[in-house]
């Protein structure tokens, strides 16, 4: 009797348990308390001029991705705008049809529908991504409803938290992430959430090889790869390879640890760098001295790899090199 009695209790037990587990999801589809109840169906205009309902044009029955952005900002915005435009490459053919991107300016006052078009065309802005404005207090009672507003953003550098919300409408399911992550972790986490198979790398665990990750290269590839290549041309920002030929080490230091102070003080290179890349901030990646340091050393390594591969390849016809050099 006693035994049967455990086995009765043990079987209670995990009933109980996969009832928890099973509520949240089940009661996110059949309810959706994150649906057309939650949300204030707000009017916005995208960079288009055309005049959309936030809930019942650009939510209802779809998969999102939502930042707060303004176009004035000196921090974080280019950065965010830079990934996630590294990350609408990245989903291809899927935007547009299985996600949708959706920016929200919170200084509507001065990011017309003007203003917003020529900042999404410096980021190669495509198909299933809108830049929107709108009324300020509709935006900002929006902008607490999505969780992407805090108190404290009136006291912060950047004036909002650099974060992303994903959201099917379908389920009900949104989860917040950070923004400026590694557009590769970015997608990859996009295909998770939203159950995209074909995108999540099929390779194992035990198939991975051991990390040789120098804080250099790390540096580089997690704040900078986003807007630069070395030796493979511009992206939104210039080719860095031979940086540290072209201009002085103690130049690159400055630019890269105060890029804000070095243009707004007339700096000529700044301001051509300014100019040439369509006004696309740099922003202010707060590196101290020894990440700067480091990272001036590996751009350095890098174009010696790069100048020593271009010797190594085989020459090319003279009208070759007439080509190249126009």
């Given at each position: ?135 300020k207090g509709d935006i900002k009672v929006l902008t607490r409803k999505l969780g992407l507003s805090r108190s404290s953003d009136a006291f912060s550098k950047d004036g909002h938290a650099s974060s992303l919300m994903l959201g099917s409408d379908t389920n009900g399911q949104w989860m917040r992430n950070s923004a400026v992550d590694n557009p590769r972790f970015l997608a990859t ?138």
């Amino acid at each position: 009797m006693a035994m049967l009695l455990l086995c009765w209790k043990a079987a209670l037990k995990a009933m109980l348990v996969a009832m928890a587990l099973a509520l949240p999801w089940q009661g996110a589809i059949a309810g959706n308390q994150w649906g057309a109840d939650y949300f204030p169906d707000i009017v916005l205009t995208t960079q288009d001029g055309d005049k959309v309902r936030f809930y019942d044009d650009l939510v209802k029955g779809k998969n999102v991705a939502v930042n707060v952005i303004y176009t004035s900002c000196r921090d974080e915005c280019p950065l965010e705008t830079a990934r996630m435009a590294e990350v609408q490459r990245l989903l291809g053919e899927r935007m547009g049809k299985d996600i949708f991107f959706l920016s929200i300016s919170i200084d509507p006052e001065k990011d017309t529908p003007k203003v917003l078009k020529a900042y999404a065309g410096k980021f190669g802005v495509g198909p299933g991504w809108l830049f929107l404005t709108g009324n300020k207090g509709d935006i900002k009672v929006l902008t607490r409803k999505l969780g992407l507003s805090r108190s404290s953003d009136a006291f912060s550098k950047d004036g909002h938290a650099s974060s992303l919300m994903l959201g099917s409408d379908t389920n009900g399911q949104w989860m917040r992430n950070s923004a400026v992550d590694n557009p590769r972790f970015l997608a990859t986490t996009m295909a998770n959430f939203f159950g995209w198979k074909d995108v999540v790398p099929t390779a194992s665990y035990a198939q991975a090889r051991p990390l040789d990750l120098g804080r250099a290269q790390f540096t580089f590839e997690s704040r900078c790869a986003s807007c630069h290549t070395i030796g493979q041309g511009d992206r939104i920002g210039p080719d860095l390879n031979q940086v540290t030929v072209r201009r002085s080490p103690a130049w690159v230091a400055r630019y890269l640890k105060e890029p804000e102070k070095v243009l707004a003080e007339g700096d000529p290179s700044a301001v051509g760098l300014s100019k040439r890349y369509q006004q696309v901030r740099m922003p202010n990646l707060r590196l101290g001295d020894e990440d700067v340091a480091a990272l001036i050393r590996y751009l350095d390594e890098q174009g010696k790899v790069a100048v020593t591969a271009q010797q190594a390849a085989p020459p090319q016809h003279s009208h070759q090199h007439k080509e190249a050099g126009r």
